[in-house]
């Protein structure tokens, strides 16, 4: 059985790119894609996805507020980051809001494939560039990491 999955991001063509490159893989349907984040509770609970990939910059909530939404709601649903940030404070601020995976915008979408059955196979896959900077963190474990 495909993995459902619901897509957020703004850039309506790269959402619908996203959307056309995951329709020619049996193992993904998408149930939905959303240009903003602001009823993400209600769509969780409504559609009950197995995976979701979030942008971080979106109009009016970000998307590492709706990561933590996600998974109060349902902290089984995977989430992925999807984002050209590259900075260790998104990336730190999306981990601690419990987003499984960290991938940017600029991954090639054999590698957005290959990521995404990582996750959903219980890995937490990362954008190399964004994996060498896992060694630096000097901050405090956040609290979410520990739930």
Do not use: W
Not at 74 to 91: A, C, Q, S
Not at 111 to 128: C, H, W
Request: hydrophobic share 40%.
């Amino acid at each position: 059985m495909p993995a459902s999955v619901v897509i957020y991001e703004d850039n309506e063509s790269l959402r619908r790119s996203i959307e056309l490159l995951l329709q020619t893989d049996k193992q993904f349907s998408i149930v939905g894609s959303f240009a903003d984040c602001n009823k993400v509770k209600h769509q969780m609970n409504e559609l009950h996805p197995q995976l979701v990939i979030m942008d971080i910059d979106m109009p009016g909530m970000l998307g590492t507020e709706a990561v933590g939404l996600i998974k109060d709601t349902d902290p089984g649903i995977l989430v992925v980051m999807h984002t050209v940030f590259e900075d260790d404070g998104k990336l730190f601020e999306a981990l601690c809001a419990g987003a499984n995976g960290y991938l940017l915008k600029k991954t090639s979408p054999e590698k957005f494939i290959e990521y995404l059955y990582e996750v959903l196979d219980g890995g937490a896959p990362m954008s190399p560039g964004i994996a060498k900077k896992g060694d630096r963190y000097t901050q405090p474990p956040c609290k979410r990491l520990f739930l």
